[in-house]
């Protein structure tokens, strides 16, 4: 069964502290997985990674992927509270039919 | 704008009602899914339709049914046999998988309240 697991799945820091989420997976025909930010609605795209050890990047994000180990990782470098959001990661699986599979999402908060 | 839409935004229903989400996109995406998230938890997918005419059950089906006629529309029906229906429900699409790999787009959620 395809799987998707995130660690920490919640953390509080403050302000200015870098954050590292994980997210590791075992699924079967592997083709990208994603980062999402949700604030109070709709999950906002932040990263798609397809290939090992190449560092994507955003402002103060970025992720990279390991598909040999089978994980991802997304820093957050001096955090703001704007940061605080529920992180998901999910999977594409190149299944017909059920393509994503989402882990349980890590809830960040970020104190002033 | 391209997007999803989705209505209403909050909903209230009595114990034993059913009750349908509207979910609306103009991507032209072939392919569109209906999520429930629970505090604290992140998404499991309840039904998805790869074309028109055509969906499947997600894992957590039971209790919802859907439709597809139409290719920008994919409602959500909450029936009273659903035994915890209250949670944030939310809808996304996608492309066909094919090369480049598809990332999906949510619409905005309805949160769905049963008492």
């Known amino acids: 069964e395809d799987k998707v697991v995130q660690s920490p799945l919640s953390l509080v820091v403050h302000e200015g502290d870098t954050v590292t989420l994980n997210c590791s997976y075992e699924?079967?025909?592997?083709?990208?997985l994603l980062w999402y930010k949700q604030e109070k609605k709709a999950p906002t795209f932040l990263f798609m990674l397809?290939?090992?050890?190449i560092e994507k990047k955003s402002g103060r994000l970025s992720s990279i992927l390991d598909k040999k180990e089978l994980f991802s990782i997304l820093n957050i470098t001096a955090t703001q509270t704007g940061d605080s959001a529920i992180y998901l990661c999910?999977?594409?699986?190149?299944?017909?039919?059920?393509?994503?599979?989402f882990g349980p999402g890590t809830r960040l908060s970020v104190l002033p | 704008d391209g997007g999803i839409t989705q209505s209403p935004k909050y909903l209230f229903r009595k114990e034993g009602q059913n009750v349908t989400l509207s979910c609306e996109q103009n991507?032209?995406?072939?392919?569109m899914y209906w999520y429930r998230q629970d505090p604290g938890q992140g998404l499991r997918l309840i039904y998805y339709?790869?074309?028109?005419?055509?969906?499947q059950k997600g894992d957590i089906a039971e209790g919802y049914s859907v439709s597809r006629e139409k290719k920008e529309s994919f409602p959500l029906t909450v029936t009273s046999a659903q035994k915890n229906p209250t949670a944030f429900y939310l809808c996304?699409?996608?492309?066909?998988?094919?090369?480049?790999?598809?990332?999906?787009?949510f619409g905005p959620g309805t949160r769905l309240t049963v008492t």
């Open positions: 996304a699409s996608s492309g066909i998988q094919g090369n480049p790999p598809i990332e999906q787009y």
């Open positions: 699924v079967t025909n592997f083709r990208s």
């Open positions: 397809t290939s090992s050890g």
């Open positions: 999910a999977v594409e699986a190149n299944n017909y039919g059920q393509n994503f599979v």
């Open positions: 991507l032209n995406h072939d392919a």
């Open positions: 339709s790869q074309i028109v005419n055509d969906f």
